[in-house]
């Protein structure tokens, strides 16, 4: 019995070796034609083609690998392998190219042959070589793409109807600028040009800029600031009615008449002769007419002015008798000082620089006084758009100051924000597979929203479809399959019969990549027992979609969706943007002796287009002053400075002034033995003009007169004139007066200067600084600030880094809802509060039957503790407990004194929160 179990043993594996063998030697074997099954092409297009292998006898079930090879000549195939590893072969396989990644060009002729390999062999096996044409372009209607702007004309394309390529393209013409109305954002002054703007009135682009030309000085009503007297001269000046700069200067000549003066005593009366008066100018003290008197008692009559005090010097005034009118008595009459005066711009403030000026006393002439004229700062002007926002970035504006062109203030314009589009739906879902819905930016057409939508679990009924035919020995059997996503509904079996034709309906839809199908159906079961290929329908209606906005340097990319399958069809590279024409800045002011610089921005990405210089403004004459001053016998010469940079433009000579007659001195007195000698001299360089002599008599007082004005830094003289014979017989010593300095301003380079209002001399002296440090603090860096002593020139250096904050730890606040820090550091106030962060609650064991226990938890960061009740909370009164308290409570209370925790407080019956 063992023995025949063994001997059948041995037989079934020699005949199972043999059949393997066999099936071997099948394998090898060239597959015969029908054996291979159906291979041919089917919906050709202008970019792709559907190639089909149905194998036959099961063949699919031993295929390790499938694939294809292809080209535009028998003798260029290009070999199309497996995509997957491990792939599971169907019965029927479909080679889509544009699937495999490959796009055919139209109208040409590509041929083709399929191969497998078996995995009981491994040998390849290949079917016949076919070919097939693709199809041309189909062209559409034209679609636009874009709107014209003032700049871009409308883009049209023109796709092809089957594969959507654009196979044409076409722009109209721009629509152009709509030109406004000039603006002015710089006003034009005496010396300086004014700017004006001309700008689009559809999209705001600068499109014109021109100068406007200075106005020029307008040159206001002459100005007497220095009366002229009967020996000297007046002075007038012209200024800019509009800015005050002094635009011209002239004297006035003197008038040549005398003031009738008073009558001065010059010699007493004695017994043995008359005494003698004379009337002399109370302005420049000339005798203009001489009498005599007989000797009698001077009374007092009344009081005048002999000599008119002036600004700086003292006057008198006398008391005249009653009864000859001869003044015996002087008084003096302390100096008026400066009287009101008139300023003359003498250096025009800007922007950023201090300019100066002088007040003239107007009764006589000298300045009094200068000062320094406030830099006017910056005008605000207009708010000028730099960079325009768009939907996903900021934009950026700039403020230019509408006198000198800079640039005073730029702030960020805030991002437009995308304007959601409504959703458009891209794919639709099928009873298996999810649709897909987008939402565009109506503004810039970038993808702001993508959303899926859900499967409608929808099966269609679909049709019967037989699965295998009746026998006369056993039952058929057929399916019904979803024509949507091919899932077999429901299955019956049917008796062996001859199919008779009913009707066609269609199996399994087709879709914009994938063939369909349609059978003819048994009008006795029902069952589809033929099917034909319904062609791919191919993409319909697309929506494109901005990928990559493109900018002024960088081209953008797009991409057309297929609203029937969301497939991304074709994509398309957007062209670079051209840069914006932008506005005109200055980068470099224009003085008067060097030329600036102005550049052109654009708007878009802020890259600099181009440049061009902006004349020098040459300069701005303004007062003559003297550098050297004229002299008795030689001239001197007057300076002419720019009122705008300060620099010296022209200069000319002064006549010589010429000597000035004076007044008589003694030389040496008379004896009884020979005569006197007196000699005038000039008044300014005390040269000896003339000289006479006279007898001996006693000299009388008749007044003071000076003979030497006293200067800045030498003394003067001054001497009484006798009545008699109107010699200087004794002289006095005037101390000189020392400069009279104005205050010291600065020149904002590191110096400052002062002018004496007599002598006009310049002193210029380096600032001295006291510096100050301010230290760095948390928020804020340090610096040392360097301020002059004397003129308040300052200079800031020796910037340092701020610290940051010095945190402490964190401690709870006040009211326990959050914890804090604050800065340690010193003088800094600074501090954040921040929620707890709390650990998980810990319930204590202090629950009892009748009694709710406690919960704690602790902040991680400032280690606040915090305590709560725990209400018991098992989960038969978490049902209960919200909607009757007082059953659930009692339910709660018997669910907790089951549960031992009386007994063994050690178990928790609180659940972890």
Known sequence: MKASKKILAVVLCVALLISGFAFALTANAALPAEDVGVYNYYHVSCYSAQLKLTFANGIHKYVDECGFYIGKSADSLQKVSERAENPMHPE?????????????EPSTTYYFKIYYVLTADGNTYETELKSFTTLAHTEGEWQKI??????????????????????????TAAA????????????????????QIKTCNTCGKLLDTATIAATGHTEGEWQTVTEATCITEGKQIKTCSTCNVLLDSQTIPNSDKHDDGVWIVNSEATPEHDGQMSRYCTRCHTAIETKTFSLHAHTEGYESVVRAATC??????GTFCGLCGACYKMDTIAADGHGETVTVVTLNPTCTQDGTGIDICKDCGLTVDSAVISATGHDSGVWQTKLPATCAAAGEEIRICTACSAAVETRAIDALGHTEGEWQTIANATCQTEGKKIKLCETCNVLVGIEAIACTEDHDDGVWIVDFEATADHDGQMSRYCTL????????TFSMHAHTEGYEKVVRVATCTEAGEKGIFCATCGACYETEIIPAEGHGETVTVVTLKPTCTQTGNSVDICKVCGLSVASSEIPCAEHDDGVWQTTIPATCTTAGEEARVCTACSAVIETRAIDALGHDEGVWTAADGANCETGGEEICTCTRCGEIIGSRPVDKLGHDDGVWKVDFEATPDHSGQMTRYCSRCSMALESKTFELHTHTYGHHETLIEAG????????????????IYETVEIKALDHAYTLWYKNNDGTHTRVCTRCQSVERNNCSYTDTVTPPTCTE??????????????????????????????IPCEDGCCHKKECLREGCTASETAPHEWTE?????????????????????????????????????????????????????????????????????????
């Open 92 to 104: 029927t396989i479909w080679y889509t190219t544009s699937e495999w990644g490959l796009d055919l």
């Open 146 to 171: 874009s709107d014209a702007t003032c700049t871009t004309g409308e883009e049209h394309i023109k796709q092809c109807t089957v594969c959507h390529k654009i196979v044409d393209t076409k722009t």
């Open 176 to 195: 152009g600028h709509v030109e406004g109305s000039w603006q002015t954002v710089t006003e034009a002054t005496c010396v300086t040009e004014g700017k």
């Open 312 to 317: 700086t010097q003292d006057g008198e005034k």
């Open 485 to 492: 996503c091919n899932t077999a509904l429901e299955t019956k």
């Open 712 to 727: 800045c830094l030498t003394n003067g003289e001054s001497g009484k004139v006798c009545a008699s014979c109107g010699v």
């Open 781 to 810: 860096g340090g610096y040392t600030t360097h301020v002059c002593d004397v003129c308040t020139f300052s200079y800031v250096d020796a910037y340092t880094d701020a610290l940051g904050h010095n945190w402490g730890e964190w």
């Open 841 to 913: 609650w810990v319930y204590n064991k202090d629950g009892k039957l009748f009694k709710n226990g406690t919960k704690t938890r602790i902040c991680v960061d400032c280690g606040e503790i915090q305590t709560d009740e725990a209400h018991h909370t098992s989960w038969i009164c978490q049902v209960f407990y919200p909607v009757i308290v007082f059953f659930g409570n009692i339910v709660h209370k018997i669910i907790y004194a089951f549960s031992l925790n009386w007994l063994f407080p050690e178990i928790t019956i609180y659940p972890k929160i």
